[in-house]
């Protein structure tokens, strides 16, 4: 509230004067000044502050967080779209992961803008988005873990007053732009088509064999429908291994285990595996498959599939 002008009447005695109660002096915010801003300390934050006589900076860097004189800021950035501000006070969001920002600023036409500032110096690095009426339409960004964001918030045209300023930060914990709340796969990065989860790959294995008393013969090992990069490994006791890097999606061919004789008792298995592809369905890379059959007399015994994690390549549960 703006200090009140009293106009004393000469009748008053001095008596009265005396014992008429102190009226204290109405102030700024505590977080009016750009170094004083305040800390969004929750995924769901909300306060309320009366904006009256807030102010703008003509250096942001004056007052000190302590409110000392001090100095070598920039003035204060004001306004969005055209739609100038003033009154403003201030709030710092410093995300631990990636994720997403819902901003609603309400009390009046309020004016939001979100900036990244630099942690070495405290100056404001760039404009990450801004919206002029945030009491009616809310500010939506991403943001990314472990970088500084400020939040300034004014009133549209230096208009205050009481305003609610509501923050709900939304976690991305993997990075894969799917939030957790939506994301199956919560610690893996995967695509939003697969629930957030990297894709399986869906290759097709196919082996042709002799039988004999002492096990089998391979005659024709392929593997169909493997995605362009992705590593195949085929390999059995005692008769070796060939690994195929596919340079096109379609078939692999792994030549160099035909003709090989494998042992009643072995296993033949085969990997495939894919890696990041930085683009499209693949950019996280993908869940691998890892088949393995028994070899027994004559023939092979059923054939087992297991999935393997992107990067390690360990066996893991499939989905």
């Known amino acids: 509230m703006r200090p009140a002008r009293l106009l004393f009447a000469a009748a008053i005695s001095a008596a009265a004067l005396a014992s008429a109660p102190a009226l204290a002096a109405a102030a700024p915010p505590p977080n009016d000044a750009y170094l004083a801003s305040l800390p969004v300390d929750s995924t769901q934050f909300t306060t309320t502050v009366d904006t009256t006589e807030a102010t703008v900076q003509p250096d942001i860097f004056n007052p000190s967080r302590d409110g000392a004189p001090l100095g070598g800021g920039a003035a204060e950035p004001t306004g969005c779209s055209g739609t100038p501000s003033g009154k403003t006070v201030w709030y710092d969001l410093a995300p631990a992961v ?173 990997r495939i595996t894919l890696g990041k592809t930085g683009t499209g369905t693949y950019r996280f890379g993908a869940t691998g498959s890892y088949y393995t059959w028994p070899v027994e007399v004559g023939g092979l015994g059923p054939r087992r599939l297991r999935c393997l994690e992107v990067g390690t390549g360990k066996i893991e549960r499939c989905t």
Do not use: H
């Not at 340079?247 to 003709?259: A, D, F, I, Q, S």
């Open 98 to 270: 990636n994720g997403g920002v819902q901003i609603r600023a309400t009390g009046f036409q309020t004016v939001v803008a979100v900036y990244e500032w630099n942690q070495t110096d405290s100056k404001i690095k760039s404009l990450v988005k801004c919206t002029a009426n945030a009491s009616a339409d809310d500010l939506l960004l991403d943001v990314e873990g472990k970088k500084n964001y400020t939040i300034q918030v004014g009133g549209a045209g230096g208009a205050g007053g009481a305003m609610t300023l509501k923050v709900d930060f939304f976690p991305d914990a993997d990075a894969d732009g799917v939030l957790d709340a939506l994301d199956k796969c919560k610690s893996k990065a995967g695509i939003e088509r697969f629930g957030g989860c990297p894709p399986e790959l869906r290759v097709v294995p196919s082996i042709n064999f002799t039988g004999s008393a002492s096990g089998i013969t391979i005659t024709r090992l392929i593997v169909d429908r493997v995605p362009k990069g992705a590593k195949v490994v085929a390999r059995c006791t005692g008769c070796g291994s060939q690994t195929v890097k596919a340079k096109r999606l379609g078939r692999v061919t792994l030549n160099k285990l035909v003709g090989r004789a494998v042992r009643a008792g072995a296993t033949l298995q085969i």
